[in-house]
């Protein structure tokens, strides 16, 4: 008897066959997961062993991947930190578009194409991978650096930009058979439905998620919890697609939605391990839908055509970053993950149609834009290991990560001038401390005075366990970094809840912040200095000393004091603002008043002094 395995089940054995042998190798020989996924594609696709046929269908499931991916990156963005990004989005974001489209435009135009393929050309090879560039930033930890800002920005806004790209081009159409003569009514409804549903998905994600999944979690059935976060996820994206929106730009919006949600780390947790294969799954895709019969038939056209626009592209962004001031160690990584083409031309150059792209130009440009998202990586190799080494100014370094558990009574993240004061004062004392920094520079510095510290970024669950957070008594989180401390925070308070933290706080919104965590001990990092100096000030201008260390005391106390006062108004600016005025209003009517006890106990004008 004949047994056939079902198709999926042989599908599933080839595509998981094909990473587990290839990637770890990739990674083996440094060229990275990406690459490795990449050529798995290639192995089993139409152009390998032909072990995969139906490329599309995969391609459209695996893109899931990407969704998951953008839903989590907006669980990182409360809807304050989005709302401090317009800028960049809207306004570097349109510059790379625009910018790349029109240079790209005007080549393709004097190479002899006509103005309407230059166009749909250009707008598709506009847009970037959002999957491999976001990736990158994420496995190199860049996405809080100047570059991986910068590249976030850019990246959501071809998101948005993709919507009118795809709605121009029926209107590129040049056959009668093409509907053009939408009525004002019809395009009316479909910008009323578009608005509906975005304002559905704002005002649920505001009103409904969070009880929804309150009330799911009391279930305490954890598989349960894991369906109803890859439903909420798989529901906007079905809305998104059903208004002819961006899936990935709607899971964005509800993970903004619901990034302030005390249920955050919990879906991160249920959604990250089904990113991470479904993203394989959509490398894996990318690779088998390269079109080597097409690179075969033209391959110096094909050469041409990825180099050409690639090299472009790069000469815009290169001179954006520059504008925006990302560090120049940091624009060539910036500039490569930007320039290659993205997953969303694949559905510009498949949506175009044969009235405006021929099926051979389109096929011809799927193939350009795969063949890019293959080299990027390698050439992101070829850059460490050759441009970044050579002009860096780091010495290679190794770092010590924390292979083994460690059970010191103090955890200090971030050991930079604030959190070195603390260590080397515990430190004299005898006492044990476990150290976590991420810069390499100041690891290096500090080993070479004989501190012990580890290299890790403490906003990582697995570090911190590792680190001893679950035994310490005290948790020091020195991180200048204010995203970066309240992330620290937020993992302490929900996985460590034993341990006492102190904070320190950059400014008075990051303490107010603190305390919404309820975090009782948090320093100002330059505020007792900063009084110090006033001192200082005082006895230079010939005040006693006794008098000018009462009067920062006096100071001090007030501004503790009126910092608490309005702590709970500082979500509201125009009570902040009145309750802050009034306070230092009483207190300069209070030192008023001491200035004239002293004049008349002295008879000295210290006004004057």
Known sequence: MEHHLPGWLLNSLIYLGAAVLVVP??????????????????????????????VEDILHFAEFGVVLMLFLVGLELEPKRLWSLRGPIFGWGSAQVLG?????????????????????????????????????F?????????????????????????????????LLAVSHDVDTGASGLDRLTEGLKIVAVIAAIVIGGRLALRPLLRWI????????????????????????????LSMALGAFLAGVLLAESEYRRELETDIEPFKGLLLGLFFI???????????????????????????????????????????????????????????????????????????????????AVALSMLLSP??????????????????PTSMEEISEQQDAKVVICGFGRYGQIIGRMLVAQGL???????????????????????????????LLRTAGAGTAKVVVVAVDDMEQSLKIVDLLREHFPN??????????????????????????EMFESSLRSARSVLEGLGWPAHEARESAMRFRLRNIQLMHETYPHYKDRAKLIAVAKEGRQQFQEQMAREREERRQRTHVDWDQV
């Open 25 to 54: 190798l990739s990674k083996a020989i440094g060229l990275g997961s990406i690459i490795g996924y990449l050529a798995a594609g290639i192995a089993i696709g139409p152009w390998g062993l032909g072990l995969v046929t139906n």
């Open 100 to 136: 790349c489209a029109a240079v790209l435009f005007l080549a393709g135009f004097v190479a002899g194409a006509g103005w309407r393929v230059a166009l749909v050309a250009a707008l598709g090879l506009a847009l970037s991978s959002t999957a491999i560039a976001l990736q990158v």
């Open 138 to 170: 994420g496995e190199r930890n860049l996405l809080l650096t100047p570059s991986g800002q910068s590249g976030f920005s850019i990246l959501l806004f071809q998101d948005v930009a993709a919507i009118p790209i795809l709605a121009l081009l029926p």
């Open 217 to 244: 979690a009391r279930s305490k059935t954890p598989e349960i919890f894991t369906a109803a976060s890859l439903l909420l996820v798989v529901a906007i994206a079905a809305l998104m697609q059903f208004i002819g």
């Open 285 to 367: 895709a990318v690779g088998m839908s390269i079109d080597f019969g097409v690179l075969i038939a033209h391959p110096l056209l094909m050469a041409a055509v990825v180099i050409g626009f690639m090299v472009l592209k790069a000469a815009v962004i290169y001179g954006l970053s520059r504008l925006m001031h990302v560090p120049y160690q940091q624009r060539p990584v910036l500039t490569l993950l930007l320039a290659q083409g993205g997953e969303f031309a694949f559905v510009v150059f498949q949506a175009a149609g044969p009235d405006v792209l021929p099926p051979g130009v389109a096929s011809f440009l799927i193939g």
């Open 378 to 395: 390698l050439l992101l190799v070829a850059i460490d290991k050759w441009v970044l080494a050579r002009h860096s100014l780091q010495k």
């Open 432 to 462: 044990k401390i476990t150290v976590l920094d991420h810069d390499p520079d100041t690891i290096e510095s500090l080993r070479e005075f004989g501190f012990r510290v580890f290299y890790g970024d403490a906003t990582r669950l697995d």
């Open 499 to 524: 341990a006492k933290i102190i904070a320190r706080a950059r400014n008075v919104a990051h303490v107010y912040q603190l305390l919404d965590r309820k975090i009782e001990t948090v320093e100002r």
